[in-house]
């Protein structure tokens, strides 16, 4: 007779059988392959725990180099500033940097002979110099106190610290020592140097160092154990013992410690060359076998590498391994336990969602799709996918319900996710909602602008009435506008220039700027070509220039975390395309096509008021003068009948004279000269009459400096290199300047001008004008003046 046999009950017996075979063959073989595989994951973190302290130690150290390296850059730039001010600079800077690294005992220069600023003779023995005067400050740290360190009388130049970076021209790490900074032996701390060399234009000038304390790295050496039996040392590149767990090994060296199956010189060549390097033998501290793993680190751009060690005895290793392994069978025999059960578990489970999954599906087929029939329970096999297959049947069926009521009560950002490629009802209702989404765009962006349009006429009209207000008066009319365009526009900052002329040239007048709410008072004038506002007026074109950096806006709101307006909008104002005069506009946003089309129609409105307001004011300026004339005119009138006579007597003096003015001016206006120069000062181009100034010819004085041709002593050169740095800043300069020729001495008007490019400074243009006989007419001109107004008093 067949004996039936309940489903869950053949599978327990089937799995539970096979289990116990497979499960416990692989129990053994797995808790070996653990054990192995424990020991070398010891010896991988002890080599990672070497590697990585290696780096943290190394990141400690190169701060040090990093201060010496940026201390060194600074000094390189000793020729900008002025040679009698760089000692005294340096020095305070050397102090400065002392003061605020806080782990540095000392920073230290020393320069080469006459590099610095060919001062040397004037500080020999001098503290901070050396006894033939070159630069030699060492400052260093005693208690809160910065001090410099006295005068050396020992050999120059001629240590490690100054012969090794000099010979390789790198970055140097020299071998621990130990050192006391003016308290005796009994103070000395074991530390190291940090020295980089000075190299300008390939020619070495001296060297920079940092001293930094290896007291730390003891600490630290001290506090690392991965394992309860190691320990950690550090090693210099010379075999100094730098850091060790006893702390009587530090300062001794590497060969101390006999090794039998290495030596202490095979130990620092792999740790030179290898990254890493690690070997067995026993310890000759601890006499227990020893795994010792070290890994290099080197400093900045040095060549000296140091080592980083640990060393854990070969127990503690095996210890790791042996643990692991009996973990291993435990954790087998509690899971094959826990199977036992799991698998009782799921056999009785397999039935039961069956039924229930069933049930669901026919309320589906019937239109049912409340969220309530889904499926409950978690299941691993089969029966979940078919859970999981009707459960999203329902959430699909319930999310397309939703997603069509969505777009029934017009919400168009509603997403849908398809059930599949083949959702067609999905995919119609999707489609459905990019067409409705495509109609209210194209509504919203006529509604959008429609509105930009009318903002655009409405302020038109606005300042319409606007600009037939105070129009009398050019400031004050230029004030009211600027301070309107800034409230209707919404932007911070608004600068109104005006054209104006004189006699010579005309002009672009800075009239009104209104800035974060008021009135600023600026003078500034700008010549068509000049600058960006020039240029604008030059191409008769708007500029419109965004993200400008922060540098660029000239005036602030005076508060730090307020931001600099960085959009710039300069609208040139144009009436039958002659310009009046220009807009500049600052906002912290881009200016929009609307905006600028604005700012272009109000100018055009504000260029033809202009052009009114000129015109009336200069006829009331007119009829005002014409007025004060004729008052002056009455009231001279009885004076000039009396003084007839006396006129009469001096007209042909002041005809003589006048003509000696008029050939005075002429001569004055045929001298001016003309030379342009680059950045550095060298003469690019000269004209003849400059040169036949300075007595040679002018393709001879090409390519050459200008105080090549002319005598000046240190005084002079250092002002002229001041008056020079103001000029190539971008600030245009005047001089006179004095020369002598032949010993003859000649006077020179100078005038030093910027000239941009792609607004950049690309070189300078020098107009000069002879004023030696003006300065010798000075006196006669002052003198007949005086007898004129004499003869005109009488």
């Not at 030596?263 to 795994?291: H, M």
């Not at 600026?522 to 950096?549: F, M, Q, W, Y």
């Not at 390519?703 to 002229?720: E, I, L, P, Y």
Request: aromatic residues 8%.
């Amino acid at each position: 007779m067949k004996v039936r046999m309940k489903l869950y009950v053949k599978m327990l017996l089937l799995i539970l059988t096979t289990s116990f075979v497979i499960f416990g063959t692989s129990i053994l073989v797995i808790g070996l392959q653990i054990k192995k595989n424990a020991y070398n994951k010891s010896v991988e973190y002890a080599d990672l725990t070497a590697e990585v302290n290696a780096r943290q130690i190394k990141g400690e150290m190169q701060k040090y180099m990093n201060t010496a390296q940026g201390l060194n850059n600074f000094l390189l730039s000793f020729e900008s500033l002025d040679s009698a001010a760089r000692r005294a600079n340096f020095m305070n800077i050397l102090k400065y940097n002392l003061k605020k690294k806080t782990d540095i005992l000392s920073l230290w220069t020393i320069w080469e002979p006459n590099t610095i600023d060919n001062f040397d003779s004037l500080y020999i023995n001098v503290k901070g110099n050396t006894y033939i005067g070159n630069f030699s400050p060492t400052y260093y740290k005693e208690g809160d106190s910065i001090k410099l360190e006295g005068l050396s009388s020992g050999p120059l130049f001629q240590g490690d610290y100054y012969t090794t970076p000099k010979t390789n021209r790198k970055q140097t790490l020299l071998a621990p020592y130990y050192y006391s900074y003016g308290k005796g032996e009994a103070y000395a701390v074991l530390q190291t140097n940090m020295i980089v060399p000075l190299i300008y234009n390939g020619r070495f000038l001296g060297v920079i160092g940092a001293d930094a304390s290896l007291d730390s790295l003891q600490k630290y050496a001290e506090q690392i154990k991965p394992f309860d039996e190691s320990y950690a040392f550090l090693i210099a590149h010379d075999g100094s013992i730098v850091a060790h767990r006893s702390s009587k090994w530090v300062g001794q060296k590497l060969d101390t410690l006999k090794y039998s199956k290495v030596t202490s010189e095979e130990i620092l060549q792999n740790a030179q060359w290898n990254n890493n390097y690690s070997f067995t033998d026993v310890d000759p501290i601890t006499g227990q076998e020893t795994y010792f793993t070290m890994s290099p680190l080197t400093i900045g751009k040095a060549s000296e590498r140091w080592v980083f060690g640990i060393a854990v005895p070969i127990s503690e290793l095996n210890s790791v391994a042996k643990n692991s392994f009996i973990l291993s069978i435990i954790a087998g025999l509690v899971a094959l336990s826990v199977l036992s059960i799991f698998i009782y578990i799921i056999a009785r489970s397999i039935t039961r969602p069956v039924t229930n999954i069933t049930r669901v599906l026919e309320e589906i087929a019937k239109g049912n799709i409340e969220t309530s029939l889904k499926v409950k329970g978690k299941y691993n096999d089969e029966i979940n996918d078919m859970a999981q297959s009707v459960n999203k049947l329902i959430d699909g069926l319930n999310e397309t319900a939703g997603f069509a009521k969505q777009i029934g009560e017009g919400n168009l950002d509603r997403e849908h996710q398809l059930l599949s490629k083949n959702d067609f009802l999905g995919q119609s209702l999707v489609d459905m909602r990019e067409s409705l989404k495509e109609a209210r765009k194209f509504e919203e962006e006529k509604r959008e602008k429609d509105r930009k349009q009318a903002w655009v006429t409405q302020g038109l009209a606005q300042f319409g009435e606007i600009l037939r207000e105070d129009n009398d008066d050019m400031q004050k009319f230029s004030v009211n506008i600027a301070k309107n365009i800034c409230e209707y526009m919404e932007i911070p900052q608004c600068a109104i220039f005006i054209i104006e002329e004189d006699e010579n040239e005309s002009y672009f007048d800075l009239k009104a700027v209104h800035a974060f709410g008021s009135q600023k008072l600026i003078d500034k004038k700008v010549k068509e070509g000049e600058e960006l506002v020039g240029r604008a007026i030059s191409e008769k074109n708007t500029i419109h220039l965004t993200n400008t950096p922060d540098s660029f806006a000239t005036l602030t709101t005076g508060k730090t975390d307020d931001p600099a307006p960085n959009n710039l909008l300069i609208v040139p104002m144009l009436m039958n395309d002659e310009p009046f005069g220009l807009l500049e506009l600052m906002g912290y946003e881009p200016f929009e096509n609307h905006q600028i089309e604005f700012a272009e129609k109000l100018a055009e409105s504000i260029a033809a008021t202009v052009s009114s307001v000129k015109t009336n004011i200069r006829t009331a300026q007119l009829l005002k003068q014409s007025e004060q004339l004729k008052d002056e005119l009455s009231q001279q009138e009885e004076e000039m009948r009396q003084n007839l006579e006396e006129m009469q007597a001096t007209q042909e003096e002041a005809k003589k004279r006048e003509s000696e003015l008029s050939a005075i001016r002429n001569t004055l206006q045929n001298t001016t000269m003309m030379a342009e120069y680059d950045l550095d000062g060298r003469i690019i181009r000269i004209n003849e009459l400059m040169a036949n100034t300075y007595g040679h010819a002018a393709e001879h004085m090409i390519g050459k400096f200008q105080d090549a041709f002319v005598t000046q002593d240190d005084a002079s050169r250092r002002g002229f290199l001041k008056f020079w740095q103001e000029v190539i800043s971008g600030v245009t300069k005047k001089r006179i300047h004095e020369i002598t020729k032949r010993d003859q001495t000649i006077y020179l008007s100078e005038t030093y001008i910027p000239i941009f490019e792609d607004e950049e400074i690309d070189r300078v243009l020098n107009i000069a004008t002879d004023i030696t006989h003006k300065v010798k007419l000075d006196k006669e001109i002052t003198q007949l003046m005086n007898k004129v107004s004499e003869l005109k008093n009488n």
